[in-house]
């Protein structure tokens, strides 16, 4: 039976829809992020935890900053509640360290990690990256050729601040930076996340709207128009010599 095309397209704008993933798998391909209940939630009580989870690209003194002014919390936050606490993150940035117990300071494999330093220019961080006991020589080559001295990655990890005077980035997936590109679209997510979560089920202003009152600035002057300076005038300007 063929369902007629605007019943067809009532039914998918009627259809609710449940149990939104935290993130995407697209999210680890290129710049951007996801996170829910963005500017405009109501019912921010009301969704359930793993809802709350949030994926968001993030500078290293941001959060350095905020562990700072409450280390006793079991999990950062940019914002008071009701923003939700950082989950997964998404950091550029520079490796200009590669640790470990080699006495050339490259990764140890048998170790199953690889242990480095990541610096954005705003703060540095300690990276464990869990490499698993099965690296084939395929994935070897592959971590030799990405954590390297003064290369720029992408990576996405966890905060780890259990028992730690200075959190730790528990490192999941670690990505070649490949062009300039992605540290500038970085630097706008950024802000854009920032101030999506500073200001959380709250309704952000229209840019596009005329401020308020109290923001505008000094009211112009309704008095006599004044003559214009002889030297640009149209007889005495930049034309005649």
Known sequence: ILIPLRESLLFLVKKPFFCLPAFFSGDFDGGGFL???GAGATQVGAMSGHQQNTFMPVKIGAVMNAFAEKPDDSAISLAPPPAPPLHLLRIIGRVSRVSG?????SVD??????????????GVVDCEWLLGDDITPYK???VESTIRVNNYVRVYGQMSTLGQAVPMLRVHAVRPVTSAGELLFHEADCCSSFVKIKFFGQQLPDPLEAPPPGLRGPAASHGPAQKPSSSLSPSHGYGRR
């Open 35 to 37: 996170m829910h209940a």
């Open 101 to 105: 117990h080699l006495a050339d300071g």
């Open 109 to 122: 494999y048998a170790a199953g990690r690889a242990c480095f330093e990541l610096e954005d220019g705003t």
């Open 140 to 142: 070897q080559k592959r």
